[in-house]
């Protein structure tokens, strides 16, 4: 730092001050940072064990599992891709591709910008009241993940078209002049290298899934029973299928059960392998973007 | 489209994709345009009934009383202060770290912090709610213990106060606030620096005078991101604050309008029901108002950018 | 992109058929889950038609019972958690093919989805009010609880007279030592408006809403776990969550226990009920065997596994 200026340093006391007031806040911020993330593992990781993760949760027999929350994770998880990820991306690509400029895309700009931003509780009462009450969806998996689509919706709009905006003009108008029509173009060459920009989209989307707990408490509710399959396959699917208008609590609700029923070396336990799913996305994007920085240098 | 435009088959497909598309891009307006309705049509009986006046400015919350009350002023006050102390200590601490993970640090240090702070912007709020029942909440109840020690007139709250709620909210905020203040910290044209260090400013005047104002807008963004999400907090806070309605002292058991939703809403009916709807239009309106904030600001940030 | 689209259409096709079949399979299996509000009525017009059709199959209930199928949906009181779960739990264990599914949002919450037809029974820490029961709840008590009040386990005090229990809610005892025990300030824990068990309290005590809490939690396990972790504290909850982590005091001399409770002795305590929209007979099949069980035997075993008075 002492070679930041040529000649003779004035002494500059307030500036002493603003350096220390760096390194105070920052070895704050730091410090209680690693050391969340450190309790949070080293306390729950002494709770984990294959019955933790396996079995369910039995008020007979006594016994802690989450099995059944992570299977309403995952059902969470896919439904609410399967029904955010194509719409996302289609209305990335009206507003990259189709629109010009005028008061639609404003408005659409304006209310993707305001979704992201309104807090959990409201899409929780919102889902409560629409989807569970007016179009009778009651508390189940199907109703949290429609409130959630509409939560996840402007990541996946932001990123695609982000990732849209990176395919350079030559490659539109090169197949365009070749004769493509608009709809092959996007399907044959913008589509596959917007693809690692819909990747992260959709994999931020699963961590604001994986993080919820407000919006979803009022519409999937809690319960944490797995389907129970027998010999029948058609029996089974029906069951798998019909599981999704059934009430599940994902593990983040879950969580805030043990916490609130002061059950606190489960909820540790719980939120050491929280930790674990959000550190695997984490990696996860860094190999995405890292992969497509790499493509982009080629 | 297309040069020759003979394939009457390809006209349609063209025509049905963009319409799909306008279609999927109309529904982020669908979806803001029935939150809207919804919340205005939930949340409104209820101000018929009561009365916008006696919600907004009565302080007694009692809804299942004989004579039940529904005065939010305390929520709402809460709601602001919390929010606005949450963000007097999470921002500068956050925005001064963005400083040293992109100015001052090592790069090594940076290479392990940066990874941690995007890991803790992407964990569930409720662990933050956890270790604010687990461990701050103690705490805070031993300092409440000595500050108030023979006190006939404050209420022991065992530690679930405003100040541990702000706590847990400004370290919540923390990650959220370091990040992008960093990015924009990082993106600051790097001839910027080097003009002001060349005249002979110091390091520490190069960031508070020339690196800082450049990255304004990203700052900005930040604190309004940060706003946003600790006043739309529910479930990490619940416990932490006590969730009793009171007025928003450091050491007085408060209620958020987001946890006055979330602790009542299981056995509410009839008016206290509308009740808590109308507590999350008032909560919707407060979202509003920021995110309105939040573009006009970005829009001028961009103008400024583009001068 | 096409037949990703197709695809997508597809699966949304799938996805109505599924929920139309399993609304259909749902009504003729006997079970009456409603799958949308709109359909509420329909779907009880066919579980009366079931139930009627079940009548005279009855008396060889014995034989069917294995067979049963369909689910159960129970919607209500966060008291009643560990008996549904426990009741539930057992319920699917005789009878593998049905799901027993229980929500726990509030004992008001459970009897207006018990009325609206969005779930089959409408659990209930409280009797039913007037205006309930005129919409068609039918109360039906399948256990009694007693309201505990409990202290952190280091608390000296030896039990309070209903008067001091009282005047500590009310806000104007403040301070252990003025009820015998050590100088630390009392940390009045209750819950929130509208629970089951804080209105059966305050109606016990006849201090509704009058309460002084430094604490207003929404759940059971939140109150023990607040007064467990924190010294001076006093809060109340359902007898039968009370466990080691805190102390169960003696209410004007009276221990709070099950004889005591049957005998009349101990004040502080209420019913648990199932709601049911029509009474238990006017139910379907499923429902049936479910209060069959609950009320019989082996469910009433169950709740005095969990701590609860027997109804039989």
């Not at chain 1, 990696?283 to 790499?294: D, E, Q």
């Amino acid at each position: 730092m002492g070679n930041d200026t040529l000649y003779q340093k004035r002494k500059r006391p307030g500036e002493a001050f603003l350096m220390a007031a760096i390194y105070g806040a920052a070895s704050i911020a730091v410090l209680l940072l690693l050391g969340i993330i450190g309790y949070v593992f080293f306390k729950g990781f002494r709770v984990l064990n294959p019955a933790f993760l396996t079995t369910v949760t039995s008020s007979l027999k006594g016994t802690v599992g989450i099995a059944g929350n992570l299977l309403n994770t995952l059902y969470i998880i896919a439904i609410t891709l399967l029904i955010a990820t194509p719409i996302g991306v289609g209305g990335a690509i009206y507003l990259n591709e189709y629109a010009k400029p005028g008061k639609l895309v404003n408005l659409i700009e304006f209310t993707t910008e305001t979704l992201s931003g309104i807090p959990s509780v409201i899409f929780g009462l919102f889902g409560m009241v629409f989807f569970g009450n007016v179009l009778g969806l009651g508390y189940s998996l199907l109703n949290g993940s429609l409130t959630l689509t509409l939560m996840v919706l402007p990541l996946i709009v932001r990123n695609t078209q982000e990732a849209l905006r990176t395919v350079p003009d030559s490659y539109r108008s090169g197949a365009l002049g070749m004769g493509a029509t608009k709809w092959y173009m996007i399907r044959t060459i913008l589509l596959p290298s917007a693809k690692p920009g819909i990747l992260t989209g959709v994999i931020l989307a699963v961590g604001r899934i994986v993080g919820e707990s407000a919006a979803l408490l009022f519409t999937a509710g809690s319960a944490r029973i797995l389907p129970k399959l027998g010999t029948n396959l058609v029996e089974n699917l029906s069951r798998i299928g019909g599981k999704i208008l059934q009430p599940g609590g994902t593990l983040t609700i879950e969580l805030y059960l043990q916490m609130q029923n002061g059950e606190y070396e489960v909820a540790f336990g719980i939120g050491c392998v929280l930790l674990v799913i959000v550190l695997l996305i984490n990696l996860l994007l860094k190999v995405i973007t890292g992969n497509a920085r790499k493509y982009g240098k080629q | 489209m297309t040069i020759t435009g003979k394939n009457k088959n390809k006209a349609v497909v063209e025509s049905v994709a963009q319409i799909i598309f306008t279609v999927c891009a109309s529904f982020a307006i669908l979806a803001v345009a029935s939150i809207t309705l919804y919340m205005i049509l939930s949340g409104t009986p209820a101000i018929f009934k009561v009365g916008l006046k006696e919600i907004l400015f009565g302080t007694v919350w009692k809804p299942t009383a004989a004579e039940p009350k529904f005065g939010i002023l305390y929520v709402i006050l809460t709601s602001v202060v919390g929010t606005m102390l949450a963000i007097l200590i999470g921002v500068p601490v956050g925005i001064l770290t963005a400083v040293f993970l992109a100015e001052v640090a090592d790069k090594r240090i940076a290479r392990i912090v940066k990874p941690a702070v995007e890991l803790l912007a992407g964990i569930p709020s409720v662990i933050y709610g956890l270790l604010g029942i687990y461990l701050l909440n103690p705490l805070m109840y031993k300092l409440e213990l000595k500050i108030f020690a023979g006190s006939t007139t404050h209420q022991f709250t065992g530690g679930a106060n405003l100040l541990s709620a702000v706590l847990v909210l400004a370290i919540m905020i923390l990650p959220t606030v370091i990040n992008i203040s960093e990015t924009s910290i990082r993106a600051v044209p790097p001839s910027i620096k080097a003009a002001s260090l060349a005249l002979g400013a110091s390091h520490i005047q190069t960031i508070f005078r020339s690196i800082l104002p450049a990255a304004k807008s990203g700052i900005v963004t930040a604190i309004v991101l940060g706003v946003g999400r600790a006043i739309g907090e529910a479930m990490a806070i619940t416990l932490v604050s006590g969730s009793s309605v009171n007025a928003p002292l450091p050491f007085n058991s408060v209620r958020f309008l987001t946890t006055a939703i979330v602790s009542e809403m299981g056995y509410s009916q009839g008016t206290h029901r509308q009740m808590l709807f109308t507590i999350g239009l008032v909560l919707f309106v407060f979202i509003m108002l920021i995110n309105i904030a939040l573009t006009k600001i970005l829009k001028k940030g961009a103008a400024e950018d583009g001068e | 992109m096409k037949t990703r689209t197709n695809k997508v259409l597809a699966l949304i096709g799938a996805l109505t058929l599924t929920m139309g079949s399993l609304a259909g399979c749902g009504s003729e299996a006997g079970s009456s889950t409603a799958s949308s509000s709109t359909a509420s009525s329909s779907a009880a017009e066919s579980s009366s038609a079931a139930a009627s059709e079940s009548a005279p199959a009855e008396s060889s209930a014995a034989e069917t019972e294995t067979k049963l199928s369909g689910s159960i949906q129970m919607v209500g009181s966060t008291s009643m958690e560990k008996l549904a779960n426990a009741l539930a739990e057992s319920f699917m264990e005789k009878y593998p093919d049905v799901t027993v599914t229980a929500e726990f949002v509030g004992s008001g919450a459970g009897i207006e989805a018990v009325t609206a037809g969005t779930a089959d029974i409408g659990n209930s820490s409280r009797n039913l009010k007037d205006e309930e029961k005129a919409n068609g709840a039918v109360e039906n008590v399948v256990a009694i609880d007693g309201i505990a009040v409990c202290v952190d386990p280091a608390n000296t005090v030896e039990g309070l007279t209903k008067e001091q229990l009282t005047n500590i809610y009310l806000g104007q005892i403040t301070n252990w030592s003025e009820v015998g025990g050590a100088d630390s300030p009392i940390i009045v824990v209750g819950r929130e408006a509208g629970s089951g068990t804080r209105g059966a309290f305050e109606e016990l005590l006849k201090i509704e809403d009058q309460c002084a809490y430094a604490n207003e939690l929404d759940s059971t396990g939140a109150v023990m776990a607040k007064v467990a972790s924190t010294p001076g504290a006093i809060g109340y909850v359902s007898l039968d969550v009370v466990d080691d982590s805190v102390i169960a005091l003696p209410l004007e001399g009276v221990e709070p226990a099950a004889e005591n409770i049957k005998a009349g002795k101990y004040f502080l305590s209420r019913p648990f009920v199932m709601a049911t929209k029509g009474e238990i007979s006017a139910q379907n099949e499923l429902v049936q065997a479910w209060f069959d069980f609950v009320l019989g035997d082996e469910g009433q075993e169950v709740a005095s596994k969990v701590g609860l008075i027997t109804v039989k």
